[in-house]
């Protein structure tokens, strides 16, 4: 199953992990140039934290095929953070988007309500022409150790669809060394998604020694959305995240969310 109409519900032991809201526009030169002071007061009560980095682009050739090639450094690009109090949210604007993303994801409800007035104010003060992408994603990182699922398999929590392999009978999952699912998909006439899931370690500061099943949800609308739409079309790429997470685990896990 990819998809499920499970009535939408919270769940307080929910996987997700972080959820990144994207907006990307044509570039506006300016955001580059000028320190967004204007933009700063207008959230600066839910933001106070403020940093400014330098994000550097890789490399890239010129002159291919001839006899003149050459390495040539695109200049960097201005990325300005603007952080809650805590740590926990995080806005960055640059002179080709507008993003949002938190470690600790209260809901849909509330993340849009984060998202709703710099969303605004930079409408308001930078009049993009449109939006060239809006995206959505959702990385779970499901753990058996933290819902006391350990003595249950990937097969008994995630559905077949996701599993290749691992779901079936014959295979111990403790002698797979590697497996993953990646899929592109269309949604519906506007929204795609990008989906990975498979079981791994997850890297930090020390590797944890548990594998988990990660579940990374990309969603997202691509070419011109006008700019009064920009709040519509999250919400119908949420209504979709909704469906393919549902579509993704069984009763089991649902349980042990709740």
């Known amino acids: 199953m990819l998809f499920s109409d499970h009535t939408r519900e919270y769940y307080p032991n929910a996987p997700v992990h972080e959820v990144i809201c994207q907006l990307r526009f044509p570039t506006i030169l300016s955001i580059n140039q000028n320190e967004p002071a204007e933009f700063q007061e207008s959230i600066r009560d839910v933001f106070p934290q403020y940093a400014r980095k330098q994000d550097v682009s890789p490399p890239r050739l010129s002159g291919l095929g001839t006899s003149n090639i050459k390495v040539e450094q695109p200049p960097s690009i201005t990325n300005y953070h603007f952080l809650s109090p805590d740590g926990a949210w995080k806005l960055n604007l640059t002179r080709d988007f507008i993003a949002l993303s938190t470690l600790r994801y209260p809901g849909w409800e509330d993340f849009a309500h984060y998202l709703d007035r710099p969303l605004a104010s930079f409408i308001k003060l930078y009049n993009p022409a449109w939006f060239l992408r809006v995206g959505l994603r959702y990385r ?37 060394t590697q497996y993953s699912c990646d899929l592109s998909m269309k949604l ?71």
């Open 140 to 176: 779970n990182i499901i753990s058996r150790k933290r819902l006391n699922l350990e003595d249950m398999t990937w097969s008994d929590l995630i559905q077949s669809s996701y599993l290749g392999p691992l779901s079936e009978e014959d295979l111990d999952e403790s002698r797979v």
């Open 188 to 258: 519906d006439s506007s929204c795609q998604a990008k989906v990975h899931a498979g079981p791994g370690l997850i890297k930090g500061k020390e590797v944890d020694p548990e594998i988990k099943f990660i579940l990374d949800l990309d969603l997202f609308m691509s070419g011109n959305v006008p700019c009064t739409l920009a709040a519509a079309s999250l919400e119908t790429l949420h209504g979709h995240a909704n469906r393919v997470f549902e579509g993704a685990v069984t009763d089991t896990l649902r349980d042990a969310m709740r």
